[in-house]
């Protein structure tokens, strides 16, 4: 770990490697580094790609960082495996797939797996995130499967989010409806190759123009209008066009003041779960499982109630007086 900071600030990749494992294994150290490196980061731009499982989003990454690559940029892929049995195959074709990126010194790629993140899944993808934009990869590709809480919440930590939908995947759009619409600043219909694709495109549009938030809007302030754009892998169709509207939103966010507004909100989120944490692990330190299990069965019997116990819990941890 000698020098592990300077290591990366300099393009090494080895050491850029082993603070992604740091980061993960939630070695200690690795927040006093992540401290330094904070100077540093800032510059990439964050962008989220979610979908359906099977939607076509590693595909559509490997796609976009070819034509990156083209232009000239150092790209960074984090890849969130959601531990599900289900897409666990999947997971092992999109390593192969991107495997013919890796062999490039300008693209760094990672998957990260969501199981035993005590600070979340969340926090760790935006550490990691961290250690490659200190590492001058811009922009950064995050790819999760758009599906609970944890992955919505990843997406939160980038600055544009593409939302994949295949076409014919009715389901995806009940998806949509239910959480991903507020999120999604770009949506790409894939496979633009197979039928139903334009039918897809239609559903989306009208789903936007349903949105009444989205059509009123001061024509005088910067204002992004979500394009619904179509692209096949198969044909190299549509590429460049997602990446020119994704570099068009970034430049949206710049003029309209949201990213620096966005960032402070990432800020204030970013500490208070950092101190919750904190409070939480001192917490488990001092409360036995023992001592856990009595108070809920007190609480549950009615023998005590649950604020009492926290007053309780407070003092014991140096939040409250005596
Ligand atoms: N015909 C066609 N097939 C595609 C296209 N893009 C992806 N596919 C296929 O769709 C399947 C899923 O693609 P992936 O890119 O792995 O999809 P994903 O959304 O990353 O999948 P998960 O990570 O498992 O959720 C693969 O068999 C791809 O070959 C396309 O443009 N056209
Ligand atoms: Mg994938």
Not at 96 to 121: H, K, N, Q, T, Y
Not at 192 to 219: F, I, N
């Amino acid at each position: 770990l000698e020098n592990i900071v300077e290591r990366l600030l300099n393009g090494d990749r080895r050491a850029l490697a082993r603070m992604v494992t740091l980061i993960e294994n939630e070695i200690p150290a690795a927040r006093r580094y992540l401290a330094e490196l904070h100077q540093y980061a800032g510059r990439a731009h964050i962008v989220g790609v979610t979908g359906a499982p099977g939607a076509g989003k590693s595909t559509l990454v490997t796609h976009l960082v070819r034509e990156w690559r083209r232009r000239d940029a150092k790209v960074g892929v984090v890849a969130v495996d959601p531990t599900s049995p289900l897409t666990g195959g999947a997971i092992l074709g999109d390593r192969i797939r991107m495997m013919e990126l890796s062999g490039d010194p300008r693209v760094f790629i990672r998957s990260m797996a969501s199981r035993g993140s005590l600070g979340g899944l969340a926090a760790s993808t935006r550490d990691v995130v961290r250690a490659m934009d200190a590492a001058g990869y811009n922009p950064i590709n995050i790819e999760t499967v758009g599906t609970g809480q944890d992955e919505v919440e990843v997406m939160r930590t980038a600055h544009t989010v593409l939302v994949v939908c295949a076409p014919g995947m009715g389901d995806d759009i009940q998806a949509i409806k239910a959480g991903i619409l507020e999120i999604a600043d770009i949506f790409v219909v894939s496979k633009a190759d197979k039928p139903g694709a334009d039918q897809t495109v239609a559903e989306l549009s009208m789903l936007l123009s349903l949105d009444p938030t989205r059509r009123q809007h001061d024509k005088s302030r910067p204002y992004w209008k979500i394009p619904v754009l179509k692209t096949s892998a198969i044909k190299d169709q549509g590429i460049t066009q997602v990446v020119d509207a994704i570099q068009q939103h970034y430049a949206y966010l710049v003029e309209s003041g949201m990213l620096a507004h966005r960032a402070q909100r990432q800020v204030r989120s970013e500490v208070e779960a950092l101190v919750l944490h904190a409070v939480v692990n001192q917490l488990k330190a001092k409360t036995s499982e023992d001592d856990w299990q009595k108070l809920v069965e007190d609480i549950t019997s009615r023998e005590r109630d649950p604020y009492s116990v926290a007053n309780e819990l407070e003092e014991k941890i140096g939040l409250r007086q005596p």
